[in-house]
């Protein structure tokens, strides 16, 4: 039965491919959060722009333009900080993305070394099995000459 020596090597690798996969996907998830609340920032903007656009028309009070400037300037705000936001998360995904990749191919690397190893056991054991064939096949040669040997002296 073949044994790898690097078994528990390569156990340890995969179970940290697992957990970069999975910090990779958690933060992958908030990104996505994340530039969903910039979308709705964006939204709220534009549609507060167009209201204050539509307040030109009627009778508004100089409170009220006031009021929704102030808060136009609180959504800008909001909204550059969630760019920043969505930047930093989005730098951060590229980096758990850079050790996932990384922890894959070390995994796959041993992987490739197993399956040398598996393959390099097979060819010994076939080439074993074939040599004991052939010493087993001559031995029955040999004792067949000798039987024959025999019957010629008698």
Do not use: W
């Not at 307040?55 to 909001?78: F, H, P, Q």
């Not at 995904?93 to 990749?101: A, G, P, Q, T």
């Amino acid at each position: 039965m073949f044994h790898f020596k690097l078994q528990p090597v390569l156990d340890y690798r995969k179970q940290i491919e697992e957990q970069f996969l999975s910090e990779f996907a958690d933060a992958k998830r908030r990104l996505k959060y994340e530039k969903e609340r910039l979308d709705l920032l964006e939204s709220k903007k534009k549609d507060l722009i167009t209201q204050l656009e539509s307040m030109g028309e009627g009778n508004v009070t100089v409170a009220d333009i006031s009021l929704c400037r102030s808060y136009l300037k609180r959504i800008r705000d909001d909204e550059s900080c969630q760019r920043e936001v969505v930047l930093q998360l989005d730098g951060d995904l590229e980096d758990k993305r850079i050790k996932l990749v990384d922890a894959i191919k070390k995994r796959k690397v041993l992987e490739i070394i197993k399956e040398k190893k598996t393959e390099e056991y097979r060819t010994n054991l076939i080439h074993n099995e074939r040599k004991e064939l052939d010493e087993f096949g001559i031995t029955r040669s040999g004792r067949g000459k000798k039987i024959e040997e025999t019957d010629n002296y008698l």
